[in-house]
């Protein structure tokens, strides 16, 4: 959560190193605007609260982020009205949830070697320096 007397660089820095980020629907979650391509923003929801997911799922298809969502079967009292009751508390199944992450993680790390493969493949392309786009001359 970001506090006004943090440096903003040091947050977008830390943010920047996450490979996973696991957390309640809420505010706390914004830091994934700095997340790295193909990390993973784990989101957990309350009872009855799929639409919640809605920005946050878009948020990480604009950048480029996998986005998980656990919400409960059913409520903590056993009811299954399908609600959304914002402020209830939820009990996590965390072995299901674990057993997810572990399948994200492995999809990242492939997401991470085909982006830097592809990285590679760019830099070693020596048809744009024989043929730079126009005002890259003099750097290429």
């Given at each position: 959560?970001?506090?006004?007397?943090?440096?903003?660089?040091?947050?977008?820095?830390?943010?920047?190193?996450?490979?996973?980020?696991?957390?309640?629907?809420?505010?706390?979650?914004?830091?994934?605007?700095?997340?790295?391509?193909?990390?993973?923003?784990?989101?957990?929801?309350?009872?009855?609260?799929?639409?919640?997911?809605?920005?946050?799922?878009?948020?990480a298809?604009?950048?480029?982020?996998?986005?998980?969502?656990?919400?409960?079967?059913?409520?903590n009292?056993?009811?299954?009205?399908?609600?959304?009751?914002?402020?209830?508390?939820?009990?996590?199944?965390v072995?299901?949830?674990?057993?997810?992450?572990?399948?994200?993680?492995?999809?990242?790390?492939?997401?991470?070697?085909?982006?830097?493969?592809?990285?590679?493949q760019?830099?070693?392309?020596?048809?744009?320096?024989?043929?730079?786009?126009?005002?890259?001359?003099?750097?290429?």
């Amino acid at each position: 959560q970001f506090n006004f007397n943090d440096n903003l660089y040091e947050t977008a820095r830390m943010a920047r190193s996450i490979r996973l980020l696991i957390g309640v629907h809420g505010a706390g979650l914004s830091n994934t605007i700095f997340m790295r391509p193909g990390a993973i923003l784990y989101e957990i929801n309350p009872y009855g609260c799929r639409h919640l997911s809605f920005n946050f799922r878009r948020w990480a298809e604009v950048f480029n982020l996998q986005h998980a969502l656990w919400i409960p079967s059913k409520g903590n009292d056993g009811r299954t009205d399908n609600v959304c009751d914002r402020e209830s508390s939820s009990i996590l199944n965390v072995n299901d949830i674990v057993n997810e992450v572990k399948g994200l993680i492995k999809d990242e790390a492939e997401y991470r070697n085909g982006y830097l493969r592809r990285a590679l493949q760019i830099m070693n392309d020596t048809s744009i320096v024989d043929h730079p786009p126009s005002g890259f001359e003099n750097i290429l």
